[in-house]
């Protein structure tokens, strides 16, 4: 009886051992599955320093023949200045967008670009991700809109040729029951290059099948 006592201790002993060891390697596993991922940072696309301004000519689009048509109408944007609101740094920028009187109040904090009211507009860590535009952010005629970010390559304007990120927004216009329902999706783009900021932007008419370009012709950016 004592021999096998003693043969069983062994056993005991190595059991726990085992298993310890099993738990270990599985642990160890695990830890080296996780990745972290890194993300640009937006600031990197908008170039939000004070005295940075960009240039832009107009182009009409004909969505039926693809011809375009030169304008000779520019808009032009700069940085006015950087505030605090609520202990976090924004940038104002003004000018003319679209022929219109422009002001915007933005700020870049890692991925996200966000308004003067702390609201997300677009993250870079959410590329292909799709997102529902409020009220407050539908276009003249929409009833309804979606906001997506895409990454895209070759973006030509006057100024050059890039890769770039597209903010891209999808609406859907109001319309009689007569109209064809292709007809009621209509988009608007925002195009940033890293290093150099907004690049192209588009609207459109929604009573017609044109949409506006406005490409970067002239930037300093520091």
């Avoid at 004592?2 to 060891?21: D, E, K, V």
């Avoid at 969505?63 to 304008?71: N, S």
């Avoid at 993250?123 to 991700?129: P, R, W």
């Avoid at 064809?180 to 195009?191: A, C, V």
């Amino acid at each position: 009886m004592r021999i096998t006592i003693r043969l069983f201790w062994p056993l005991l002993l190595a059991g726990p051992l085992f298993s310890c060891s099993r738990g270990s390697q599985e642990l160890q596993v695990e830890e080296e599955a996780v990745e972290v991922v890194q993300f640009e940072p937006a600031g990197s696309f908008l170039q939000l320093q004070v005295g940075n301004y960009w240039v832009y000519e107009s182009f009409s689009v004909n969505l039926e023949t693809g011809e375009e048509t030169p304008l000779l109408k520019r808009d032009s944007i700069y940085v006015l200045k950087d505030t605090v609101i609520g202990r976090s740094e924004y940038f104002i920028l003004e000018g003319s967008r679209l022929g219109q009187s422009h002001r915007s109040v933005l700020r870049c904090s890692g991925p996200e670009v966000m308004d003067a009211e702390g609201r997300l507009l677009f993250s870079t860590a959410a590329v292909g991700d799709t997102a529902v535009l409020p009220a407050a952010r539908l276009a003249e005629g929409a009833e309804s809109g979606e906001a997506c970010l895409y990454h895209v390559g070759g973006v030509e304007v006057p100024y050059g040729v890039f890769d770039a990120l597209e903010y891209r927004r999808t609406f859907t216009l109001s319309s009689s029951q007569e109209e064809k329902e292709e007809s009621r999706l209509r988009r608007q783009s925002d195009f940033f290059a890293r290093g150099i900021g907004l690049i192209k932007y588009t609207s459109f008419f929604p009573n017609q099948p044109l949409d506006i370009e406005m490409r970067l012709v002239r930037c300093q950016v520091k």
